[in-house]
């Protein structure tokens, strides 16, 4: 009997099948055999009948089988589907709520160590890589600004946003300043742009330098030189926090030195996990992406599991997981979610 794709996934059975399939092998990593799934049928199915809908799957890019004599394991496209449609409800039990709050409330209101908590919880609690990608720096509000005055020429920016996230940058100046000048031009730029975007900021230096006054007024003057150097350095420079990194040498299917390799300069130059997440997430709902789903190369193999945060102000920014494709899925979507809820919370009190 032919079946088309769709025919295969709306029968229970082959659904049924699937999910035996690959939740057997999510937790042994071991190739699944039609005789396992038949012992924990609920319809009491024969391995004969097991093996017909295991073939029918197969042929269809569900499984695949490594070798003759074995059994299947799930390809990225049943994957897919078991996440789509056959991901089973789970809910962050009691005492890992309790942990995860008790970590994030040691952070006693610094949202800085907040994030720095986060990518290790994640870790520590699914043992994959955990990560924290902040807002483009672009999206996020002044509160304040200052430069200091290092030597000749070179000036350190300290700008904190209205999460009092502190971000600092070295200038290198065309002109030297006296620390008063910068003082004078720090407060005008907290005065006149406090609680504005970045973005806003820069469009409204970009205005100020075509007023006439712009040249007159030494302050305004020293303001725009100095505002526009640190936007422009900053541009859409992102903060990402990675933890866990060693858990995956961890999994067999990733553990072999080339891969290692390969995975761990990604994890160092981070800006393909960055470039991904852009790309790829819906800043309105978690995401799970699937090793072969992902655009970059540099990453095939892995699955990513993603949750938005938000600040109050509307900037977004990521957190998550990543790891093999032989993943925990429930557990690591509940985990994300959770933590990710809990943390827009604490961005938008703390902006109450």
């Known amino acids: ?106 952070a006693g209101g ?14 520590h609690l699914t043992s994959q890589v955990g990560y924290l990608l902040s807002p ?13 005055k290092l030597h000749e020429r070179r000036v350190l920016v300290i700008f904190v946003d209205r999460t009092e996230i502190v971000s600092h940058r070295v200038l290198d100046m065309d002109q030297d300043f006296e620390q008063s000048d910068l003082d004078r031009a720090g407060r005008y730029l907290v005065g006149e742009f406090s609680g504005l975007s970045l973005n806003e900021i820069r469009e409204s230096l970009v205005r100020l330098m075509a007023e006439e006054k712009a040249t007159v007024d030494r302050i305004i003057a020293n303001a725009i030189k100095l505002g526009t150097s640190y936007l422009d350095s900053e541009s859409d420079e992102r903060r990402m926090l990675l933890d866990g990194t060693t858990n995956i040498m961890n ?24 470039k991904l997440l852009d790309q790829c997430l819906d800043p309105n709902r978690p995401r799970v992406l699937i090793g072969s789903e992902n655009t970059d190369p540099a990453l095939g193999g892995l699955s990513l599991v993603a949750s ?10 990521w957190l998550g997981v990543l790891g093999p494709t032989r993943m925990e899925y429930d557990r690591a979507l509940a985990l994300v979610v959770y933590i990710s809820r809990l943390f827009s919370t604490l961005l938008t009190h703390r902006n109450a």
């Open 1 to 106: 009997m032919n079946h088309t794709m769709q025919d295969i996934l709306l029968e229970p059975r082959a659904r049924e099948i699937l999910k035996h399939i690959i939740s057997s092998y999510i937790l042994t990593g071991e190739p699944i055999g039609s005789r396992t799934i038949a012992k924990i049928s609920r319809e009491g199915l024969s391995s004969a009948s097991v093996r017909n809908v295991m073939a029918d799957l197969e042929e269809h890019g569900y499984l695949s089988q490594p070798h003759a004599s074995a059994g299947r394991v799930p390809t990225d496209k049943g994957y897919r589907y078991y996440v789509d449609a056959l991901l089973p409800d789970v809910v962050v039990g009691s005492r890992e709520r309790a942990f995860i709050d008790q970590n994030l409330g040691r």
């Open 110 to 123: 610094e949202l800085s160590a907040a994030m720095e908590a986060i990518p290790k919880l994640l870790a």
């Open 136 to 148: 483009p720096i672009s999206d996020v509000r002044l509160k304040h600004i200052e430069f200091l």
């Open 251 to 274: 999994h067999p299917e990733l553990s072999d030195t080339d891969t290692v390799r390969r995975l761990f300069q990604t994890f160092e130059e981070k800006h393909h996990l960055v």
């Open 308 to 317: 938005p945060y938000r600040h109050a102000d509307g900037a977004t920014g």
